[in-house]
């Protein structure tokens, strides 16, 4: 399980024709709405929020700029 946190950057794993958002799509965890549930909100390269919606950990994957050392 991964452990998602506020202003985490995220992609989206499914798509989700409804939203107008496809897989791969990404977004910032903007808040923590109940257990394994967050609120992202997708933004254009201009910084214009076109879609804020909850959704369970299971359909994000965090990305990492960084080098993640496992122990």
Excluded: W
């Excluded at 024709?17 to 254009?44: I, K």
């Excluded at 929020?49 to 080098?67: E, G, N, W």
Aim: hydrophobic share 50%; charged share 20%.
């Amino acid at each position: 399980m991964q452990n998602i946190k506020l202003l985490d950057v995220v992609a989206l794993l499914e798509d989700l024709p409804a939203q107008g958002l496809h897989r791969g799509q990404v977004g910032t965890v903007v808040e923590m709405l109940a257990s394994g549930v967050f609120e992202v909100e997708f933004s254009d390269s201009n910084g214009k929020t076109y879609a804020s919606l909850a959704l369970r950990s299971d359909q994000l994957l965090v990305l990492h700029h960084d080098l993640i050392r496992v122990a």
